[in-house]
């Protein structure tokens, strides 16, 4: 690739960055909870749940969940890649009284520690290809979890 082309690449993409940064400010920031849970094989996990209503009015009720198989100690940045199958973890919108379906996609963290507020953001598909996206903050349920 000669010189100039990779200038103009660069110069494009530091464009497009600021564009790509204000379009997820732009997300609407959901109240969520985080708390301990077990990963399939009772190692540490930790699960953040919020209600997902302001997304869509067909969403009113449906709660999203979002379980990762590790313990609760991950450094700012951390994305999370879900494929539907059983990777890293978990999402899944509940919506009704049984209905549940896996969700496809990103979620991305900020420091997640034990007792400290934790933010982050999702963008997600459903299996017929409908996009959630959103930031969240969650705060800490205060109950004990025992794995094992």
Same mark, same amino acid.
């Given at each position: 690739?000669?010189?100039?082309?990779? +200038?103009? %690449?660069?110069?494009?993409?530091?464009?497009?960055?600021?564009?790509?940064?204000?379009?997820?400010?732009?997300?609407?920031?959901?109240?969520?909870? %985080?708390?301990?849970?077990?990963?399939? !094989?009772?190692?540490?996990?930790?699960?953040? &749940?919020?209600?997902?209503?302001?997304?869509?009015?067909?969403? +009113?009720?449906?709660?999203?969940? %979002?379980?990762?198989?590790?313990?609760?100690? %991950?450094?700012?940045?951390?994305?999370? +890649?879900?494929?539907?199958?059983?990777? /890293?973890?978990?999402?899944?919108? !509940?919506?009704?009284?049984? /209905?549940?379906?896996? #969700?496809?996609?990103?979620?991305? =963290?900020?420091?997640?520690?034990?007792?400290?507020?934790?933010?982050? /953001? =999702?963008?997600?598909?459903?299996?017929?290809?409908?996009? #959630?996206?959103?930031? =969240?903050?969650? +705060? !800490?349920?205060? &109950?004990?979890?025992?794995?094992?």
């Amino acid at each position: 690739m000669s010189p100039s082309r990779t +200038t103009t %690449i660069l110069l494009a993409m530091c464009a497009l960055a600021p564009l790509a940064a204000a379009r997820a400010n732009d997300a609407p920031v959901l109240a969520a909870t %985080i708390g301990a849970s077990c990963a399939p !094989w009772d190692g540490a996990a930790f699960v953040v &749940e919020m209600p997902v209503d302001s997304l869509g009015r067909d969403l +009113t009720g449906a709660r999203l969940a %979002i379980s990762v198989w590790k313990a609760p100690r %991950i450094p700012a940045g951390t994305m999370f +890649t879900f494929h539907g199958i059983a990777d /890293s973890g978990a999402v899944v919108l !509940w919506s009704g009284k049984d /209905s549940a379906q896996r #969700l496809t996609g990103t979620v991305t =963290f900020g420091a997640v520690g034990p007792d400290a507020p934790a933010d982050g /953001s =999702f963008d997600l598909s459903t299996k017929g290809g409908r996009r #959630l996206a959103a930031r =969240f903050h969650a +705060t !800490w349920k205060k &109950e004990r979890v025992m794995c094992g």
